[in-house]
């Protein structure tokens, strides 16, 4: 009623306007000028209408909106259903406003992530692991330690991540943080709070322009077999679905301080180069000759420690291919570069007694290929052999021992010798459904003897020394097996919110040295366990 009383208002106005615009007593006033009047008129008139139009339809907009049905209220003790908080409140329960998976600062995107993981590992004999298995240290069954088990529970593994990524001009920029609990925990670690330390894993920047990559920081290195191209992300890399904090038997891998250049001049085809931080490594397998062993100590890890002396750092290329379409297809072949150095002094030692120095380069070839055997199954193989390399075999073995050398029959000198050392991993990775994913591997290192008598000994029968002679150490291993079948199951999953994933991993595994003892009693030949994984993880969107 209210719109059709003011449209006959408007109607009245305009009659009573074009009435007074033409007043019939002027009759001096020529016909000419009346319908230019008259015109005028007119033209006023349209104007006013099309204003009064666009009110008249606000006021039509405003009836209508009245008019509609209030929404229903959640709860009605909140206010009344025709209340404008109770539909403001209505939208919010109904269509939750969906958090951003990143955030901005500047001109940099940050993305965080990570999971929190409840770990529980049982093992058949007391290797003296939590999370991290020490393959070279499975007790022998004629142990205490091997008649023990051992069971562990632990949110240690729980891990986070903040990806940063920008560009600047035409230049991609790319930051990665990760970090774990799986530090060097106090030996009460596990008495009562379980202070578990926080550990940098991983941390580097990466630019990209054009078909050029560089990488600077601690990364996963080349030398870590890849799934696709040459990335360090570690969703690109054919580390099994193993939960083992150490992988596994069989991976060759490193997370050192690097540098490298990458080169991708198409989608198929990269190349890497890379310096990666070098350490002169025994894993305390290694016996010294007698005479030089004070001096020796300080000059290999793990007997003197980190701050040990490097000749220089350890040099990687690759080269990847990677074919796509329905079955995907990545190769990798490459090599590697090492080097140990030593100084001793002639011995007997006297005041005119030089430093001799003796330096000696490991090398290595090294290949991964994966490929889609059937729809999203995938087989994994990698390999590796070399000298000088046992420490990137997960440090079960060493990397070089020290020969002794009689100069005379009283006096001596010492130089540099690499241990051979090499490892494969077949695997096969099946999904079963759209959330559940299984994994069948097999792993192998094996460490090359490199033994000798220690001419400087004065004992009556010279020993041998080295690495995996007669009567050396049980913990001089030829040989470590794996065998390995993985389950992860996603219980729950959502773009906003995360997933609930549980992960299963059960392996055996043996352990051969080179020499056992048979006295006083026959020793087993080799030693083994069987450990099983169970991790209830939440990871983050």
Partial sequence: MKIISRLALILLASVMALGQSTPATDSNQSVAEQLQSLQKTLANQQAQMAEQQKQIEQLQRQLQEKQAPAPQVVNASM???????????????????????????????FTPGGFVDFENVFRTTNSGSAISTNFGAIPFSNTAQGQ?????????????????????HATDITGYLEGDFNGNDAATVFQTTNPHTLRLRLYWLDLKHGAWEFLAGQSWGLETPN????????????????????????IPYSRASLFRLGWHPAKSFAWGVEVQNPQQFTNGEVVFPSAFATT??????????????????????????????????????????????????????????????????????????????????????????????????????????VVPIALTPTVFTATTSMVHAGATTIGLEVPWGKNTQFGAYYGGDY???????????????????????????????????????????????????????????????????????????????????????????????
């Fill in 79 to 109: 206010t009344t259903a025709s209340s404008p908080a109770t539909a403001m409140v209505q939208s919010d329960v109904e269509k939750p406003k969906e958090s951003p998976l990143s955030f901005r600062i500047g001109a940099a995107d």
């Fill in 148 to 168: 023990l088990t051992e069971f562990r529970s632990t949110g240690q593994y729980s891990r986070f991540n903040l990806k940063v990524g920008s560009k600047f």
């Fill in 227 to 250: 799934r696709v191209g040459i990335s360090a992300a570690p969703a690109d890399l054919a580390i099994t679905l193993n939960e083992d904090s150490n992988v596994g038997v069989g």
């Fill in 296 to 401: 020796l100590g300080k000059q290999f890890d793990p007997e003197g420690g980190a701050n040990i002396p490097n000749f220089f750092p350890d040099v990687i290329s690759k080269i990847a291919l990677d074919k796509s379409g329905d079955r995907h297809v990545h190769l990798e072949f490459g090599g590697m570069l090492t080097s140990v150095k030593i100084a001793v002094q002639n011995t007997p030692v006297t005041a005119a007694s030089p430093f001799v120095t003796d330096s000696k380069l490991g090398t290595a070839v090294l290949g991964a290929f994966n490929f889609d055997a059937f729809k999203h199954a995938r087989v994994l193989v990698n390999g590796i052999w070399g000298s000088g390399i046992g420490r990137y075999l997960v440090g079960q073995g060493p990397n070089a021992v």
């Fill in 447 to 541: 460490f090359q003897h490199n033994t000798f008598v220690d001419v400087t000994s004065t004992a009556a029968t010279q020993p041998f020394i080295g690495f995996g002679g007669p009567n050396s150490p049980s913990n001089n291993n030829r040989a470590i097996q794996q065998g390995t079948l993985d389950i992860v199951r996603t219980f729950w999953k959502h773009p906003q919110y995360g997933s609930l994933v549980m992960i299963n991993q059960a392996s055996y595994l043996t352990r051969a040295p080179w020499f056992v003892a048979t006295t006083p009693t026959p020793a087993p030949k080799n030693a083994h366990l069987f450990m099983d994984y169970l991790s209830l993880r939440y990871v983050l969107p």
